[in-house]
C-alpha cells in the first residue's frame, strides 16, 4: 500500500481516474476564429438564395476575379471538406485522443515497474548476506523478463558496472536496454 500510495504522489493524474477527466469527452472540429459578420447576419434560407443565379450573373459581373466556373470550384472544395476531410480528421483527432488517454496511465505505470526494478535490483545488492539474497538465477531470470530480454542479453550489461564507463556512454547504452 506505501507504494501505491508513493506512487500516487508522484504521479497523481493516472492512478486516478477521475483526473482523466481533462481530456475532452468529444472531438469536433475546432474553430480558432470568430465567424465572421456575413456568416453570423445569414440565416439558412438566405444562405440557400445565395446559391441562385442572381448571385452568379452578380459576381460574374463584379469584375474581381469571380467567374460561375470559380464559384462552382470553390463550393465543390467546400463540400469535399465538409464530407470527407471534416469526417476524417475527426475520426484520426478521436483516435489520438484516445491514445493519449492509455498513455496518460501507462506513462506512470511503466516508470512504477522501473521504480520497483530498481528498488528489488538494489535490495538484493544491498543485502550483505547473500544467504538472505533472492536466489541469484532466479532473480536474473524475472529481471530479463520484465526487461523482454533474454538472461544471455543481460550479461551484455556488465560493463556498465565499471565506473570507468562514461555517463554518455551509459546513455547510449541505455536504449538498448528496452
Known amino acids: 500500500m506505501d507504494r501505491i500510495l508513493a ?3 508522484a504521479y497523481p493524474l493516472p492512478l486516478l ?15 480558432w476564429w470568430p465567424p465572421t459578420k456575413k456568416h453570423q447576419q445569414r440565416s439558412p434560407t438566405k444562405v440557400a438564395a445565395t446559391n441562385g443565379t442572381a448571385c452568379r450573373r452578380a459576381t460574374s459581373m463584379a469584375g474581381n476575379g469571380w467567374t460561375q466556373e470559380l464559384e462552382e470550384e470553390m463550393r465543390g472544395i467546400l463540400r ?9 480528421y475527426v475520426s484520426v483527432g478521436k483516435l489520438v485522443l484516445a491514445v493519449n488517454k492509455r498513455l496518460a496511465v501507462a ?3 511503466l516508470a512504477g515497474a522501473a521504480r520497483k526494478m530498481q528498488e528489488d535490483i538494489e535490495a538484493n545488492l544491498e543485502e550483505a548476506d547473500v544467504e538472505r539474497r533472492e536466489n541469484g538465477e532466479v532473480f ?3 529481471v530479463a523478463l520484465q526487461l523482454g530480454r533474454s538472461t544471455s ?8 558496472a565499471s565506473p570507468a564507463v562514461k555517463d554518455e556512454d551509459i546513455r547510449e547504452f ?3 536496454l528496452v
Not at 17 to 31: G, H, N, Q, Y
Not at 80 to 88: G, L, P, R, T
Open 80 to 88: 469535399v471538406i465538409k464530407a470527407k476531410d471534416e469526417n476524417e
Open 174 to 176: 541505455a536504449g538498448k
Open 107 to 109: 506513462g506512470p505505470v
Open 17 to 31: 481516474p477521475v483526473m482523466l477527466d481533462k481530456f475532452p469527452k468529444a472531438v469536433e472540429p475546432a474553430r
Open 153 to 160: 542479453e543481460l550479461r551484455q550489461f556488465r560493463a556498465m
Open 140 to 142: 536474473e531470470t524475472k
Open 7 to 9: 506512487l500516487d504522489a
